[in-house]
């Protein structure tokens, strides 16, 4: 912060920041590319996405910036890059969807894309261990107990994902 005593501090970046919705929009519709992630139950799943670096700005990021430069040399004041994945459906007026990601920067856009979307199996595995394995029927006071059921869900569930995933797995008549 600057006090008035001395030269006033010069800005560290060269554009202003700007809104999700405008970086998104910025570049048009035309430089977004359609991707397939998977194959539902109506055929292939596709929508156009687009992918940039910025540099997340906020009290929060700098917090977190900071934080992690903290046991390195020091925080020289500059936000880290991040990459951003952004959705604009077809038939959509603008970008609809925004990700956010500190993978490495020479990551695919399909492994991006699979990547967001895979919420869909997510909670399909959630629901699979609430209502068919029980996660949600524990009933104890102590977080040991809570720990020890939440862990035999979870090694039911891998148990029961390995088995149909197994390709000599004998399938039920």
Sequence with gaps: MWSGNGRKPAARYRTKASSLKDLAAAAGRASYRRVTWRTGSKGPMRSRFRVQSVRPAGVTTRRH???QAAGAAGWDGVLPAMTLL???PTGAQAPAEYWLSSLPADTTLRHLVRLAKMRWRIEH??????????LDHFEGRTWRGWH???TLVTAAHAFLTLRRLDPKAPAPA
Excluded: F, I, N, Q
């Design 125 to 134: 595995d959630y629901r699979e261990m609430k209502h068919g394995l029980g």
């Design 65 to 67: 910036a900071r934080s």
């Design 148 to 150: 020890h059921h939440v």
């Design 86 to 88: 952004t959705e604009w």
